[in-house]
C-alpha cells in the first residue's frame, strides 16, 4: 500500500466513525463538517438535483469557513455541478477552474481554486445529488481527495435513500391512518344503518295498522246502503289514521336524518324508551323467545330528559335491547325447554339524573370481555354477526348526551346495563 | 250449520278501530241475522269469551292479530286450537314474512291475511267456507 491508500483508509476510518448514535440528517452534517476538517477544505457542499428537469441544484449542507451557511438554490448551467450529475464518478478540476467555468458567479464569488465532486444515486443509477469540496488553494493530495470524496458520496447516498424510505413509510402510515378512519367512520355509519334498518322493520310493521284501516274504511265508503253515521264515523278514523301514519313517518325521518343539529331538545324519556321496547318488540324476529319472553317493564310515566342527540339515544335503547335478546336467545338455543327467558326494562329518576336499567338473564359476559366491551372494534359474536361497533357507538352517543353507562354481567346469568342520563325530573315536578 | 244458526265472528285485535271499521263492514249481514260479530281487543278477554259461551259446532271462526302486548296472536291460536278445536282461525297480521306465516300454519291456523287487509278475499274465503253471505 503507498502512502495515500494508508491515508485515505485513515481518514475514511476517522470520518466514518462519526458517533455511531447519530443518524440521518445529523450524521451527514457532521460528515460534511469532518470533511472540511480533514481534508483542510473550505467548502463542502452536498446537495439535491430539483426535479423534474434537474436544471438546479438545491443545497441541503453548505459549510463554508468553518462554520454552516444558509442553505442555497443555483442553476447548473455553465457550472461544474453539471458535468459531476453528468457523470458516476469523481470530478475534478485540481486548479483555476474559474477559467474553465467563466459564467459560475458562484465560483467567482467564493473565490474557488479547485473544485471536486460525486454523485450519489438512487439504487437504479438515477441521480439524487452530489458532494462536493472546493477550497482557495489548490488541492494538497488529489488522490487523497478523490478517494475520500468517492467513498463519502456513497455514503451520503445511502444515508438519502434511508432518509426517503422512512419518509415514504410516514406517508403510508398517515395514509394508513386515514383509511383506517375513512373505514371506521364506514362502519360506524354501517352499524347506525343496522339499526335504523331494525327500526324501519319495526315502524313498517306499525304503519301497516294505520294503512289497513284507511284502506279498509275508504273501501267502505265506496260502497253503497252505508248511513250517515258510519259514514261520518269512517271518514273520521281515516283522518285519524293518516295523521298516525304520518308521525310514524316523521319518526322514521328523524332517525334517518344524518346527525342531528345538536340543539339540546327536552323530551320524554318515558315515551322514548317505551317507544324503543315497542319499536324492539315489533321487529323481533326470534318468535321462540318472543313467545317464552317474560318482560318486566317498570318505566315511571313523564320523565323528562335535555337530550342533544333524540334519535341517537333511541338507537341506544334498541341497541342495548337487542344485545339483552341475543344474549336470551343464544341462552334459549341452548336449553330450549327448561330456560325461561326474562327481560327487565327500568326507567327511574333521581337527583337530577334519569336511570335506564336493562337486565336480562341470558348467557352474560365472560369477565375477561366485561372491561372491553365498549371497545372500538371489540366483539364476541361470530364472524359476520357483529362489527364490534354497536356498544362503541352506544357509549359514543351516551356521552354525547352528557350521560353514563354502566355494565354488570355474570357468565351465563345475567347481564345488566345501567345508563344515566341528566333529566329536569317529572312534568308534574318541572312545573311544564 | 242450519238456517237458523248465524256464524260468530269473533276478532281479536289491540286496534279497537279494527273493530270498528269491521262492524260497519258486517252491519248488512248482521242486521240479516246472518253472523254475530263479538271484538276482543285482547287475547285474554276473547279466551274468556269462548270458555263461558256455549258452542255451536262448525259455525264460529276467529280472526286474530298477531302483534299484541301479552298474550300473541300465536299463543291464542294454541290455546284454542288446544281446547276449542273446531274453531277455525284465521290470522291477520302486518308481519308478511314466510317464517309468522309457516309458524301459524303449524300451529293450526286455516288461513292467514296481511294487513292491510283484502276485505273482499276475506268475504269469498268466509263465504266459501261457512255458506254464508256477507254482503
Known amino acids: ?432 | 250449520m242450519t238456517a237458523t244458526t248465524p256464524l260468530d265472528i269473533v276478532m281479536v285485535d289491540d286496534e279497537s278501530s279494527v273493530g270498528t271499521l269491521y262492524e260497519m263492514k258486517f252491519r248488512k249481514p248482521i242486521q240479516k241475522g246472518h253472523i254475530r260479530f263479538h271484538f276482543f281487543e285482547n287475547a285474554k278477554d276473547c279466551l274468556d269469551y269462548l270458555k263461558q259461551s256455549p258452542r255451536h259446532h262448525g259455525s264460529e271462526v276467529l280472526l286474530t292479530d298477531i302483534n299484541m302486548p301479552e298474550v300473541s296472536g300465536f299463543e291464542l291460536l294454541t290455546k284454542v286450537k288446544q281446547n276449542f278445536p273446531d274453531i277455525n282461525v284465521f290470522m291477520m297480521s302486518a308481519y308478511d314474512d314466510e317464517s309468522s306465516i309457516r309458524k301459524s300454519m303449524q300451529l293450526g291456523a286455516s288461513g292467514y291475511f296481511t294487513k292491510p287487509v283484502n276485505y273482499k278475499e276475506l268475504q269469498s274465503r268466509i263465504e266459501a267456507d261457512y255458506g254464508v253471505s256477507l254482503s
Open chain 1, 1 to 432: 500500500m503507498d502512502g495515500t491508500t494508508v491515508n485515505a483508509l485513515e481518514i475514511i476510518r476517522d470520518i466514518y466513525n462519526v458517533d455511531q448514535l447519530l443518524s440521518g440528517k445529523k450524521y451527514i452534517r457532521e460528515l460534511v463538517k469532518r470533511l472540511a476538517q480533514t481534508l483542510k477544505v473550505k467548502f463542502v457542499m452536498v446537495g439535491h438535483a430539483i426535479e423534474p428537469f434537474a436544471k438546479s441544484v438545491q443545497t441541503d449542507y453548505l459549510f463554508a469557513n468553518g462554520k454552516f451557511v444558509d442553505n442555497v438554490i443555483y442553476g447548473l448551467e455553465g457550472t461544474p455541478c453539471t458535468e459531476v450529475l453528468c457523470g458516476t464518478r469523481v470530478n475534478c478540476y485540481s486548479a483555476n477552474v474559474q477559467a474553465q467555468f467563466p459564467h459560475d458567479q458562484m465560483l467567482k464569488d467564493m473565490n474557488v481554486e479547485c473544485y471536486m465532486g460525486a454523485p450519489f444515486l438512487h439504487t437504479d443509477g438515477g441521480l439524487i445529488g452530489l458532494l462536493v469540496i472546493m477550497d482557495d488553494r489548490p488541492f494538497q493530495d488529489l488522490d487523497l481527495a478523490t478517494a475520500v470524496v468517492e467513498f463519502f458520496a456513497a455514503r451520503i447516498g445511502t444515508e438519502y435513500r434511508r432518509l426517503a424510505a422512512e419518509e415514504s413509510l410516514k406517508r403510508s402510515n398517515v395514509d394508513l391512518e386515514k383509511l383506517v378512519e375513512t373505514r371506521t367512520k364506514q362502519l360506524i355509519s354501517q352499524e347506525k344503518l343496522a339499526t335504523i334498518g331494525r327500526i324501519t322493520l319495526g315502524i313498517a310493521h306499525e304503519l301497516k295498522n294505520p294503512l289497513n284501516i284507511i284502506i279498509n274504511g275508504s273501501e267502505l265508503l265506496q260502497e253503497s246502503g252505508v248511513d250517515a253515521a258510519d259514514r261520518r264515523r269512517t271518514l273520521d278514523m281515516i283522518r285519524q289514521h293518516g295523521l298516525r301514519a304520518n308521525d310514524i313517518i316523521t319518526s322514521m325521518l328523524k332517525q334517518a336524518r344524518q346527525d342531528a343539529d345538536m340543539t339540546p331538545e327536552s323530551v320524554d324519556m318515558s315515551n322514548l324508551l317505551r317507544h324503543a321496547l315497542d319499536v324492539f318488540l315489533k321487529s323481533m324476529t326470534d318468535l321462540d323467545l318472543k313467545a317464552k319472553l317474560t318482560q318486566k317493564i317498570n318505566i315511571a310515566p313523564q320523565v323528562q330528559a335535555n337530550l342533544i342527540d333524540v334519535p341517537a339515544i333511541e338507537r341506544v335503547f334498541i341497541n342495548i335491547i337487542d344485545n339483552a335478546a341475543y344474549a336470551l336467545g343464544e341462552k334459549l338455543l341452548k336449553s330450549p325447554s327448561s330456560f325461561k327467558p326474562e327481560l327487565q326494562v327500568e326507567l327511574s329518576f333521581q337527583n337530577s339524573r334519569c336511570r335506564i336499567r336493562v337486565r336480562d338473564n341470558g348467557i352474560g359476559i365472560p369477565t375477561k370481555h366485561l372491561t372491553h366491551v365498549c371497545d372500538e372494534f371489540y366483539t364476541t359474536k361470530p364472524p359476520g354477526e357483529g362489527t364490534g361497533l354497536g356498544l362503541w357507538v352506544v357509549k359514543q352517543n351516551i356521552e354525547k348526551n352528557r350521560g353514563s353507562i354502566k355494565i354488570e354481567s355474570r357468565e351465563n346469568e345475567f347481564t345488566e346495563v345501567v345508563i344515566e342520563l341528566p333529566a329536569q325530573g317529572r312534568v308534574a315536578e318541572v312545573g311544564l
